[in-house]
């Protein structure tokens, strides 16, 4: 049920620390960083430990369409001055997945600029491991929301008829006159294919951004993708944030991830009161179609409860005073 948190349970017993040792020692894997356990190895508890990279000058923004993007872009533009970091956001299309041939020229032009002043890089990507390619690895960031909420908002955004004729990357696509007035309350009950995601079908899910590149990372009801995407933000991600309490998300990634976020709960935007591109007149969606939703969502509804347990248990370190010293 939303507004509860949800407990992920370890398979086996044992922490998972030392079933990753474990298995670390069987494998002869000495790279931590290029571990990928066997499936029955990813349920992960939520933890309150500092997983940012010591001295890292890299910051990914992993940003959910629908998740605040917008205002947590603005954000860094605002912290950038501060805190004396390079605020890097390409205008393109979007394109979560990108090949290895993409990923090894990306990382070549950000790690070159990161030498010389430290970059967040905000952009609709999924996570992808920079040390496998022989880079040094980043620190990763995100901000999730209840991912009914998000596909709500996502479904009316594709609708607004200013998208069409202000972006210069959508004019003259103005879609048919039928796919504009169609509301979810009409499209959920048929079951129609751009509001209901079959299972087994490929889809952008908010899972998909912490599982990876992947395509199984795609599959609507695939707990693989679940489990990994659990494993990927436990291991990898400073912080993720959660839209419905933003206040307390910039709080935390400022204290997991000073060197960016330092001074964010001094700023306007960082109390979480100010939203850049938020939709305040969407249709209101009735609970029926709602419940109907949650059926197709359940993976990525439990995700979002795993993160959201993180976020608290971070910022219950942070009020204790017992965070991990930064960058260990």
């Given at each position: ?56 000058n890299l910051v990914f923004f992993s940003a959910v369409p629908k998740c605040g993007s917008s205002t947590t872009g603005h954000l860094f533009k605002k912290l950038s001055a501060l805190n004396s970091f ?52 980043a620190a990763w960031v995100a901000i999730v929301r209840h991912p009914v909420e998000r596909l709500i908002s996502q479904f009316y955004y594709a609708r607004i008829p200013s998208r069409y004729l202000e ?9 048919s006159p039928e796919f504009m007035n169609m509301t979810l309350d009409t499209c959920v009950p048929q079951k129609d294919p751009r509001c209901w995601y079959r299972e087994g079908s490929r889809q952008m ?124």
């Open positions: 049920m939303p507004g509860q948190l949800r407990v992920a349970t370890l398979r086996g017993e044992g922490d998972h620390a030392l079933v990753q040792e474990a298995y670390l020692k069987v494998a002869g894997e000495e790279d931590e960083d290029a571990f990928e356990p066997p499936e029955e190895l990813l349920e992960v508890h939520p933890s309150a430990r500092n997983v940012t990279p010591a001295h890292s390079y605020s890097l956001t390409p205008q393109q299309r979007i394109q979560p997945v990108i090949d290895k041939e993409q990923q090894q020229t990306l990382l070549e032009n950000l790690f070159s600029l990161s030498d010389k002043v430290p970059v967040a890089y905000t952009r609709h990507l999924y996570y992808f491991n920079t040390t496998i390619l022989g880079f040094p690895r972006n210069k990357l959508l004019q003259g696509r103005m879609p899910l908010q899972l998909s951004f912490f599982c990876g590149q992947d395509s199984y990372c795609t599959t609507v009801g695939s707990r693989r993708a679940l489990q990994m995407a659990k494993y990927n933000a436990e291991n990898f991600y400073s912080a993720v944030g959660v839209l419905e309490d933003l206040h307390l998300s910039y709080k935390v990634l400022e204290k997991y991830l000073p060197r960016f976020f330092a001074h964010s709960s001094g700023s306007d935007i960082g109390t979480g009161t100010v939203r850049f591109n938020s939709q305040e007149n969407k249709p209101s969606v009735k609970n029926s179609t709602r419940l109907m939703m949650e059926t197709f969502l359940k993976e990525d509804i439990e995700l979002y409860f795993f993160l959201k347990q993180r976020l608290h248990l971070q910022a219950e370190a942070i009020e204790s005073g017992n965070i991990d010293t930064y960058g260990n």
